[in-house]
């Protein structure tokens, strides 16, 4: 008899606790990658246990969408009944940034990024006077972005092929106006919250005007590839700390 009442309450239990104390699922972690990426960007990405990832992939913007405009787009594809966190690099940093003044968020990281148009170089404010950018071709837009990869970037050589890669399957138009997003991005602050790591060899995105909160020695703009290992452990501290 005793026996039976054991078994009993072992069937019954799993009904007796749902709904009580039950965790929601593991933790979701959108990634916005770059503006000449893709998800092949965090292919060396690796989260603790407990933490789900979910790709974010990039529309062409409308004519003279504002970047701010345009992050709202992804509001529909994150799960607002979960926790969930925002990782982006470069341009996906900027939109995190957007969204995170926007929607609930458990922590935002922006890796070798910007967030206000104060951290970007001066070469873009030289842009918002004269839109010099507008008169190129969408073509050239994509050639310019091609040649100058490699220039500016010279880390880059690590894993060229990934890079050449994901910037060849960008649609040309949709380089053309993200570019005029970034040079058009008017914002001026950011919620504290967001984590920012950064690069001091980041020749796109200089650190001399960035606050970041961990920095990366000889990190470059491409680092979330090139130096994947590091950045792995500093968003493994991160999350511990939530």
């Known amino acids: 008899m005793k026996r039976d009442l054991i078994i009993i309450l072992l069937l019954l239990l799993p009904a007796l606790t749902k709904g009580v104390n039950q965790p929601d699922g593991d933790t979701l972690v959108y990634l916005f990658p770059g503006q000449g990426s893709d998800e092949r960007l965090f292919k060396h990405l690796e989260l603790p246990p407990g933490y789900d990832t979910v790709h974010i992939s990039y529309p062409v913007p409308e004519k003279k969408e504002t970047l701010a405009e345009y992050a709202l787009r992804f509001i529909e594809e994150i799960d607002l009944s979960r926790p969930y966190i925002l990782l982006g690099v470069s341009l996906g940093g900027m939109i995190c940034t957007e969204l995170s003044d926007t929607i609930e968020v458990l922590r935002t990281i922006v890796i070798s990024s910007a967030k206000s148009t104060h951290e970007l170089p001066r070469r873009y404010t030289f842009h918002q006077n004269f839109h010099l950018n507008r008169i190129i071709p969408k073509g050239m837009t994509k050639v ?99």
């Open 144 to 242: 310019g972005a091609r040649v100058l990869q490699g220039i500016v970037e010279p880390d880059r050589k690590h894993d060229k092929e990934t890079f050449k890669a994901m910037l060849k399957a960008r649609d040309p138009l949709y380089l053309k106006r993200t570019v005029d997003m970034i040079i058009t991005w008017d914002r001026s602050s950011w919620t504290e919250d967001i984590v920012h790591i950064h690069g001091d060899k980041d020749h796109t995105i200089p650190i001399k005007n960035v606050r970041y909160n961990y920095l990366i020695e000889k990190g470059s703009h491409m680092m979330m590839i090139t130096r994947a290992r590091e950045i792995n452990q500093i968003i493994g501290t991160i999350l511990q700390d939530l």
